[in-house]
């Protein structure tokens, strides 16, 4: 019980600050009373001006677009590629694969510049196409898949095979439906690093208009001072998406991972 207070404690916070002006939020900081917890008047105002103040509405559409087409894309490139890996035998099968491991274990922040540099000179800064292409190869990804595929018994594949289906209809009529867990895993995992990206789209993204909801955060801090309620709104705002769409997927998520193999 300790551990979920601890746990909760900033989101109930977060939740508590979005719901009065920034007036009394000052006011029951110091000293501690229950008012610095429960709001002596619930205000939607912060969430109000959000939207119409703030102009958050186009990071949030940028964010699911973007996010959207990387599940999309991401999905199928690393469902392909496992296929290949799992299914066949061709050179250097091996330090591939090693190499496709070895690059998920990489931090991102070891390879944003020269990312930058790449995508500068492919002519994609400042662009959706930069935001999306890096992040729909995941080595993570096509491990999962990898595993997966590995367990899928090779009498059903070499059975399709007689009957004549070719590597297509095999990965489309047979992999697939069998494999509803690891793509909502899969989409999962490529949704939370493109709803929660901080790095990449500060960098590659200079306009406003493309901006995502992680970067709009940051308009609520100016040099003089900070906007907490419409901050702690936006917040709570861009963690209950994540949250709607991983609650009812979560039984799904579990497995995906328990049956790739990936277990701990």
């Known amino acids: 019980m300790l551990i979920a207070v601890l746990t909760l404690f900033p989101l109930f916070w977060g939740i508590s600050a979005s719901l009065r002006d920034d007036t009394e939020l ?10 610095t917890l429960i709001p002596v008047e619930f205000t939607f105002k912060s969430y109000i001006e959000l939207f119409t103040k703030y102009g958050f509405m186009k990071p949030v559409l940028n964010t699911v677009f973007v996010t959207g087409i990387s599940i999309f894309f991401g999905c199928i490139l690393n469902s392909v590629a496992a296929f290949a890996f799992a299914m066949f035998d061709f050179k250097f099968k091996k ?32 662009t959706y196409q930069g935001m999306i292409l890096p992040s ?18 090779a009498d059903l594949l070499d059975a399709a095979r007689v009957d004549g289906a070719h590597i297509g209809k095999i990965y489309t ?43 709009a955060l940051t308009q609520f801090n100016t040099e003089h001072s900070t906007a907490w309620s419409a ?27 328990t049956s790739s193999g990936v277990k701990g």
């Open 95 to 126: 330090p591939i694969f090693t190499l496709v491991l070895l690059s998920f274990m990489i931090p991102f922040e070891a390879i944003a510049l020269p990312l930058y540099q790449v995508a500068d000179k492919m002519k994609m800064v400042d």
């Open 136 to 153: 729909i190869a995941s080595g993570l990804v096509l491990f999962l898949f990898v595993q997966f595929f590995k367990d899928i018994p």
């Open 231 to 257: 901050l702690y709104a936006g917040s709570m705002f861009s963690a209950l998406i994540p949250l709607l769409l991983f609650l009812p997927l979560q039984k799904y998520f579990v497995q995906g991972i």
């Open 26 to 35: 000052y006011a029951y900081v110091m000293p501690f009373t229950i008012h």
């Open 173 to 215: 009529r047979i992999l697939m439906p069998l494999s509803k867990p690891i793509f909502i895993t899969a989409g999962l995992m490529i949704f939370m690093d493109q709803w929660n990206s901080y790095l990449w789209p500060l960098l590659i993204a200079r306009s406003k208009e493309i901006r995502t909801i992680q970067i």
